[in-house]
């Protein structure tokens, strides 16, 4: 079946330092690629987004970036703070057919002060 | 816009017993809703994808005659644990999807089931 391997599990940066959490999925037919922000006990909080005609998309210190030859895609976070201290989640999705997410496992983000 | 809601945000019953748990876009329509289940310091894992007016979708091995779905009206969403067991103790989070040309999916707080 479908999955979405996401990685590092954990990630503890210093605040100001950028962090990388890197996915790949492995249905080729994926084509939507959402990231999660979710602190404890909350809700899933969308972050960004990006479909597969488009290789990269920033939004001021958020960024992602897709290969899908390679069939991975990574979330940038630069200038760390604190407040972005949360579990991050990948995910990816068929925009036709069966829609549906596929999340990854999760990376608990830690910003040190 | 686009908040879902979900009722309760906790709920604690006993072995044996049914709990049912609602899911609700406030201010849109949901042609899809999702039903997600959470267990501490793990990812979400789908459960069911119900549409309205038709029967839900399970994920491998959900079991359906456990975890019954009815999507009644295109704002509404139910979850019944029927026959509750401590094992079923966990983090239920619904998502729906229905803005035009959006492919967000927009998550409800979830609802913490705890069986005793």
């Known amino acids: 079946g479908e999955n979405v391997e996401q990685h590092p599990s954990t990630l503890s940066v210093q605040e100001g330092d950028s962090a990388v959490i890197k996915c790949t999925y492995s249905?080729?037919?994926?084509?939507?690629f959402p990231w999660y922000k979710q602190e404890l006990g909350k809700r899933p909080q969308l972050i960004i987004d990006i479909r597969s005609n488009v290789g990269e998309k920033k939004d001021q210190r958020i960024a992602v970036t897709l290969n899908k030859t390679a069939k991975h895609f990574s979330l940038h976070i630069t200038e760390t703070q604190p407040e972005d201290s949360a579990v991050y989640f990948c995910?990816?999705?068929?925009?036709?057919?069966?829609?549906?997410?596929?999340f990854g496992t999760g990376t608990r983000l830690k910003v040190l002060a | 816009g686009a908040v879902v809601s979900q009722h309760p945000s906790w709920v604690i019953c006993k072995s044996g017993t049914s709990v049912k748990i609602e899911c609700r876009s406030l201010?849109?329509?949901?042609?899809?809703m999702f039903w997600y289940r959470q267990f501490p310091k793990q990812s979400l894992m789908l459960m069911a994808t119900?549409?309205?007016?038709?029967?839900?979708?399970?994920e491998q091995g959900v079991e359906k005659d456990k975890f019954l779905i009815n999507h009644a009206s295109l704002t509404l969403s139910t979850l019944t644990v029927t026959s509750a067991h401590p094992e079923d103790s966990s983090f239920y989070i619904c998502?729906?999807?229905?803005?035009?040309?959006?492919?967000?999916?927009?998550f409800g707080p979830g609802t913490r089931l705890t069986v005793t």
């Open positions: 998502s729906a999807l229905g803005l035009a040309g959006k492919l967000e999916q927009y």
């Open positions: 995910a990816a999705s068929r925009v036709t057919g069966t829609y549906k997410y596929i």
């Open positions: 249905d080729s037919a994926s084509n939507y």
């Open positions: 201010d849109f329509q949901a042609t899809t």
């Open positions: 119900s549409n309205e007016g038709s029967k839900a979708t399970y």
